[in-house]
């Protein structure tokens, strides 16, 4: 190897193109991931959770005792099965509900009762992992509480040594236990991580598929119309989607991930998801040209991080938690938990999905509208002569 053959090999567009590539991957992703994530701890306050009071007003100072010492977004006007619908649909995190009859039975220093606490496991690992931490430390507080409440003023009276007073109320400090009930439960945290495989899998064969597509295009430029060229574009992606959705799908079903909703309709939410990447990929080479493929490994990252799959979008900066909804990545995730793990809003993010890609593919046509058309001249067709 002789250093002429490697200043050839830099002098190739394509090396360069790829040198620039690999370290726009690395600026991307370290720009984008670390703000999205920056001080998401900090932000863990933010996720919602529903305090359901059915024990009437004499358990209203309980609630908000509860709601003043949690630091996290409560929500107390919701009925109990309101709060479980939007549980499913994970506009809440969690739900602590006071049972009916709760205050009498903590006021009995003899009774014990229960705190109910209702999870959606179809959620990023963090929401559950945070959440059974939340109903543990309720509970623990309110046994605290109740036992301090209940047993005081009888060990005033008895005048018992403090050291004997404190024995007492701990034995005393368990009458409320809780009562968790998993809605969605999964015990294969492999379920946990298909939504964010589907989303980097559609996206990223997206943007290779865009760039050869794009090159392709360019080829044929001498020879075919720039509307001929874009149609057959969206012929073979949209033949391509059936393709690799179906494929997916059957290799998640076979290595065990199944769906509770069927293998048609977790096929046609895949479709829908590959073919709204398609159309977004190919829209940054249609508007850019060549540095559209860049621009496709800024929105690689950005959806990866927006679309809560890792993370709920609830905790994220707020930049990336108002953009979330405007890319597939979004719907796609929530559309497959539902799918895989629990959940009932699968058609509504297939319409999102629906809109987003009909939305892309009108700005596709638009911009295709608005780009006048190099070609070079064709090579004219002999002329037979007649004998």
């Known amino acids: 190897m002789s250093n002429p053959l490697i200043m050839r ?55 908000d005792g509860i709601a003043g010492s949690l630091q996290f977004v409560t929500i107390q006007d919701l009925q109990l099965e309101n709060a479980k619908e939007a ?31 209702f999870l959606n496991e179809s959620n990023p690992q963090m929401v559950s992992n945070v959440m059974q ?23 005033d009276a008895m005048n018992l040594p403090q050291a004997q007073a404190e024995i007492i109320k701990s034995a005393a400090s368990s009458r409320i236990s809780a009562n968790v009930e998993i809605i969605n439960p999964t015990t294969n945290f492999a379920q946990t991580m298909v ?5 980097t899998a559609s996206f990223t064969g997206a943007m290779l ?39 997916g799908t059957i290799m998640v079903n076979s290595l065990g991930i199944h769906s509770n909703r069927g293998f048609l309709l977790m096929w046609l939410f895949e479709f829908t998801v ?50 979330g909804p405007f890319s597939p990545a979004y719907y796609a995730v929530n559309g497959m938990l539902d799918l895989v793990i629990g959940g009932n809003g699968v058609w509504k993010d297939m319409f999102y999905l629906l809109c987003i890609g009909a939305t ?5 046509v638009l911009v295709t509208f608005l780009r006048k058309e190099t070609r070079i001249s064709r090579e004219q067709e002999p002329v037979p002569v007649n004998a």
């Open 274 to 323: 590959i073919l709204s990447c398609m159309i977004l990929a190919q829209f940054s080479l249609l508007l850019l040209g060549d540095a559209g493929g860049w621009l496709n490994i800024a929105l690689l990252s950005m959806q990866m991080l927006a679309s809560g799959a890792t993370i709920p979008r609830d905790v994220l900066s707020p930049f990336y938690n108002w953009i």
């Open 133 to 155: 931490s939340v109903a543990l430390k309720v509970t623990a507080a309110m046994n605290t509480q109740s036992s301090n409440s209940a047993l005081s003023h009888t060990l």
């Open 9 to 63: 090999f830099l002098k190739q567009p394509a090396t360069i193109i790829g040198i620039i590539t690999a370290l726009l991957f690395q600026v991307f992703f370290s720009l984008i991931w670390i703000t999205g994530y920056d001080h998401v701890t900090d932000r863990v306050d933010q996720l919602p959770i529903a305090i359901v009071n059915e024990d009437g007003t004499n358990a209203q100072p309980i609630v």
């Open 360 to 364: 892309i593919a009108v700005l596709s």
């Open 87 to 117: 549980l499913e649909h994970r506009e809440i995190r969690m739900i602590i509900n006071i049972p009916q009859g709760f205050t009498g039975q903590i006021s009995n220093p003899s009774a014990k009762t229960e705190l109910h606490y």
């Open 195 to 199: 939504p964010l495989m589907i989303v």
């Open 209 to 247: 598929l865009a760039m050869n597509l794009h090159k392709a295009s360019s080829n044929l430029s001498g020879q075919f119309s720039k509307w001929n060229r874009f149609a057959a574009r969206f012929v073979i992606m949209g033949g391509t989607a059936v393709l690799i959705s179906l494929v």
